[in-house]
């Protein structure tokens, strides 16, 4: 490992301080996702097409602006960069967005509660935008830092491991903190969410916020990002732009890219739709909509311990394959069941296998994006937001067209688009990992670097002796 790189797999301080680094980022996207079509829907009263309308405008500002972001974090060169680190810099600045900008998409409109649904969504829509923003900027630059911190692919595995056990705590927090609020502030077992609980998602709001602008805190002052390995063989710009030219060249960008797809349309679909589900197909008391989605991610911490402690032995597509076998037994079920003792009892065991095989789905598409990234971190960024275009712009794509038809849809509708789609994306994301080759890829970047020698190319062949290790 080079030595201006953190020995990341010693340093169990810097593997935490870099894990809480994006606990803003996933506390308000346990929100966003598993909460926004439920207040808006059922709270401000927007119709499910409206909602669905501000999800997409989201979604669309999120895709467009995470490989923007993604390629200038790349180039970011400058005195505050050189001292403060590139990629802390974009978390910094993202990390503002979001707290400045997500408290008023949960609060009823200022000064405008009373007018026009249509009119209001320019406000919303607004502050949505400040907040899409700001989260690409914090996820790309935390992503991003993955290859910078570690070179060897089993110790990136265990880094981004790490990452998804914080997401799985933060949901926690969240959906536990929500369960207290919804149960303990009303007749929570004959009263479902309506307008009278506007505060509640307010009070939730500043709470969840305020744990996770102190973790971001903590992450700045723990993390010290070292100068990138490309930036001490070769600063040239123009052979960097080269770099993100040749990246598009690359097949197996693209493949990585639909399994990325594919598995955030999973992960992100499913928590979306599942409140939905229950409110609106099984009839659930509101306290569900905080339980039903905590047993899916004690799923989740399940998985982000089994991704932890796998041996190297442990192939990328068995645990791929692992974990859409149990996702897609979580869809079927929900396709089927519908009686009293599903509502009562094996709807959270369904629950927890949606979030265990989302999760280890989850885990393993990054490892295989950190992977394609390999030793340099020339575009890593870029990489990484690439990855999370196609994941945006998909998932709101489908969110929206569900909720185009939800509005006059039968109550079984969301138990429909939930097993279709999130089990169609599912076989497809299954279908793209086991056709990835099982022969060395040599990083996609590490190949387009003339600045690499090659040395380097083989010591870090030997580290990818296959895609499966």
């Not at 079509?37 to 909602?51: I, R």
């Not at 079927?332 to 509502?343: C, E, R």
């Not at 870029?382 to 006059?408: N, P």
Request: proline share 2%; charged share 10%.
């Amino acid at each position: 490992m080079d030595n201006e790189l953190v020995d990341i797999s010693t340093s169990l301080g810097l593997q935490i301080g870099y894990g809480i680094g994006h606990i803003l980022n996933d506390v308000c996207a346990s929100l966003w996702f598993t909460y926004f079509l439920v207040y808006f829907h059922l709270v401000l009263e927007f119709t499910s097409a409206q909602a669905g309308y501000l999800m997409l405008i989201g979604q669309i500002v999120d895709a467009l602006f995470t490989p923007f972001i993604g390629y200038h974090s790349d180039h970011t060169n400058n005195y505050l960069s050189a001292r403060y680190g590139r990629r802390k810099l974009w978390h910094l600045f993202g990390t503002l967005c979001v707290l400045g900008s997500f408290p008023f998409i949960f609060t009823q409109c200022i000064g405008c509660s009373t007018t026009h649904k249509w009119a209001q969504m320019f406000y919303f829509a607004a502050f949505i935008t400040i907040f899409q923003i700001g989260w690409a900027a914090v996820q790309i630059s935390h992503l991003s830092l993955i290859p910078e911190l570690a070179e060897d692919p089993h110790v990136r595995t265990h880094l981004t491991a790490i990452r998804y056990g914080f997401t799985v705590f933060s949901n926690l927090f969240v959906y536990l903190f929500t369960w207290i609020i919804l149960h303990l502030t009303g007749d929570c077992d004959r009263k479902q969410v309506g307008p009278e609980d506007a505060w509640k998602f307010k009070d939730i709001i500043l709470i969840v916020l305020a744990v996770g602008a102190l973790a971001s805190t903590v992450f700045h002052f723990t993390v010290t990002e070292k100068q990138p390995r490309s930036q001490l063989l070769a600063s040239d710009n123009n052979e960097s732009s080269t770099i993100h030219c040749d990246i598009l060249r690359k097949g197996l960008l693209y493949q990585v890219a639909g399994v990325y797809m594919s598995t955030r349309l999973v992960v992100n679909i499913s928590q979306v739709l599942i409140p939905l589900y229950l409110h609106h197909t099984l009839g659930l008391a509101a306290r569900s909509l905080a339980v039903v989605p905590l047993a899916m991610y004690i799923g989740s911490l399940a998985a982000a311990g089994v991704q932890r402690l796998a041996p190297r032995t442990f192939t990328r597509k068995l645990s791929y394959f692992m974990g859409s076998a149990c996702a897609m037994a979580g869809f079927v079920w929900i396709f089927f069941a519908s009686d009293d003792t599903y509502k009562v009892y094996f709807i959270y065991v369904v629950a927890v296998l949606i979030g265990f095989g989302g999760a280890q789905m989850l885990v393993t598409s990054l490892s295989l994006t950190a992977d394609l990234v390999g030793a340099s971190t020339d575009a890593s960024a870029f990489v990484y937001g690439l990855m999370s275009f196609t994941d945006k712009l998909s998932c709101g794509a489908a969110i929206a067209l569900i909720q185009m038809y939800a509005d006059e849809a039968a109550a079984s509708y969301y138990r429909y688009a939930l097993s279709w789609v999130c089990g169609a994306a599912t076989l497809l994301g299954l279908a793209l990992t086991l056709a990835l080759p099982s022969v060395t890829h040599d990083c996609l970047i590490v190949n387009s670097n003339p600045s690499i020698n090659d040395d380097e190319v083989v010591s870090t062949s030997r580290l990818h002796d296959t895609l499966e290790s």
